[in-house]
């Protein structure tokens, strides 16, 4: 591990945050323009995870990919970049928040021109890999500047509640994007419009969004690297399990891989001067049940993704792009309510909002995992959409909320590096588990045919059990998800409290 211990004179001298304090620049005067950047930039990252899902077919038709190979065009870009966000995040306290944010777009934007460019297959899971890096470089920043920027209360919960908006919404507009620019140019064009969006963010960042103060620390290299490889190697053992079931022995040497390497990531928290993870931010329970909750919802709704997206296309015929704006009808729901739920908070309670968030997001699983060959979009596809849309947006913005509540100045690049890391950790983990589910299920089916299928017919029911029995799956984890917000977070600690007044070196942005 190596020290990095940043000048104070500079930043003393110009006042708060590098801007001086006899003279605010007027740029930097407007919060809302720098929210508007940061935001534009993490929808970019976010998009990322989800708008390749539908272009796949595409991409291995172009690079000959193998049927096992394809999920790394996923899995590489949410590991390295859910892997070393909480490396990210301690980059941002030392060195500045917004000096990490714009070499991390900066990164992005090259690798996504790289991608657009691969002509073979290791050149593009390479990209994908460098653009995770560059997202987990940015990603903290994004959330830490939001905290800083905007004291606890109404103003940070109606920040926070446009960020989950941008988080979930992006997520689920990446599919509808995905299917519009691979059916209508191709799916190079899904990573190429990345680079006029970071090229304008890298432009315009350094004149609305200020300097944070650096704080003296040290890089823990061992927690990132150990983090980092643990999550990949449970994510591998579940995909190789997928394919060749739960007894083949490299599956069984990941998972043992995995438990020992994250083992040592605790292990290595516990001894570190300055952990990426302070061990300190699971001691409060409520703060430790919301980052669970987190992890077993997004687990579902990015493997609810993935299926349906197959579905769509492989069962019902779908085009890339009318399996695009299939998606819609949960897209505006989950985007108006997380932009409601901020001004929902304090009428019904954060808690209670919570909960009648999760009901809606377990009826939608449930009923998706009914699906039948024969299943039409409008009896059985759309009501499920606007209900996950519905219960998403209502839960994001107080698990946001009680995951930040109560942090530290000092521990607010951790935290929202960890955030950050269980949005796709959680993806990753989910996609890998619900992969699994599906395998175990369709070899089940395979080995009791229905008497009186056509070949096709059986083939379609194959694949049609093995999706709607990952969709029971999902439900399951949503359960569990609720459960965890009823037993574990209290109400108290997401009462918004005054914010303290903030000593000078711990602001972020003059607003």
């Known amino acids: 591990m190596s020290s990095s211990h940043a000048p104070h004179g500079a930043d003393d001298a110009r006042g708060v945050s590098g801007v001086n304090v006899s003279g605010v620049n007027g740029d930097r005067a407007r919060p809302g323009i720098a929210l508007a950047i940061m935001l534009s930039a993490q929808l970019m990252i976010i998009l990322d995870m989800t708008v390749v899902n539908i272009a796949l077919p595409h991409i291995q038709a172009s690079l000959h990919f193998s049927a096992t190979s394809l999920s790394w065009v996923l899995n590489g870009y ?18 500045g ?43 903290p920043a994004v959330l830490a500047l939001i905290v800083t920027s905007f004291p606890e209360g109404r103003e940070r919960t109606r920040a926070l509640g446009i960020y989950m908006g941008v988080i979930t919404g992006g997520s689920s507009l990446g599919l509808v994007l995905g299917g519009v620019i691979t059916e209508w140019l191709s799916w190079r064009w899904v990573l190429f419009i990345n680079v006029p969006i970071g090229l304008a963010v890298i432009a315009i960042a350094p004149r609305f969004v200020a300097e944070t103060s650096r704080l003296p620390g040290r890089f823990d290299l061992a927690g990132a690297l150990t983090a980092t490889a643990g999550v990949t190697a449970l994510v591998y053992g579940f995909i190789r399990a997928a394919a060749s079931g739960w007894g083949d022995h490299l599956a069984l040497a990941a998972f043992a891989a995995a438990a020992v390497v994250l083992t040592l990531f605790v292990l290595t928290e516990r001894r570190a001067r300055q952990p990426i993870t302070p061990l300190r931010l699971f001691t409060d329970v409520s703060r430790a049940g919301s980052f669970i909750a987190r992890l077993l919802l997004i687990a579902g709704m990015f ?29 505006f729901a989950l985007f108006a309510v997380s932009r409601a739920a901020p001004r929902l908070m304090p009428r019904l309670g954060a808690k209670p909002l919570m909960i009648a968030g999760m009901l809606p997001a377990i009826a939608s699983m449930a009923w998706l ?143």
């Open 78 to 95: 949410t590991l390295t970049s859910g892997g070393l966000l909480l490396l990210g995040g301690r980059a941002g306290d030392i060195l």
């Open 97 to 139: 928040r917004r000096r990490m944010f714009i070499a991390g777009i900066s990164l992005f934007t090259l690798a996504s021109l790289a991608g657009g460019l691969a002509t073979t297959s290791g050149l593009l899971l390479a990209a994908r890999a460098a653009q995770g890096v560059g997202g987990a470089l940015a990603s």
């Open 303 to 331: 493997g609810m993704f993935y299926f349906l997206t197959q579905f769509l296309q492989t069962i019902m015929g779908f085009s890339p792009l009318r399996a695009g704006v299939a998606f819609l009808p949960m897209t």
């Open 369 to 511: 995992s009914r699906v039948t060959p024969g299943t039409g979009y409008w009896p059985g596809i759309f009501g499920p959409m606007l209900l996950i849309g519905l219960g998403m947006g209502m839960v994001f913005v107080p698990l946001t909320t009680a995951s930040l509540a109560g942090v530290p100045a000092a521990d607010s690049g951790a935290a929202s590096g960890l955030v950050n890391m269980l949005q796709l950790v959680g993806g990753a983990l989910g996609l890998g588990v619900l992969v699994s589910v599906y395998g175990t299920s369709v070899r089940h089916a395979v080995g009791h045919p229905v008497a009186g299928l056509t070949p096709l017919a059986q083939s379609q029911h194959v694949v049609t059990h093995g999706i709607g029995t990952s969709f029971a799956f999902a439900a399951l984890l949503d359960v569990c998800s609720l459960l965890v917000i009823i037993t574990l977070i209290k109400t108290r600690r997401l009462t918004p409290a005054p914010a303290p007044a903030p000593r000078p070196h711990e602001e972020a942005i003059a607003s």
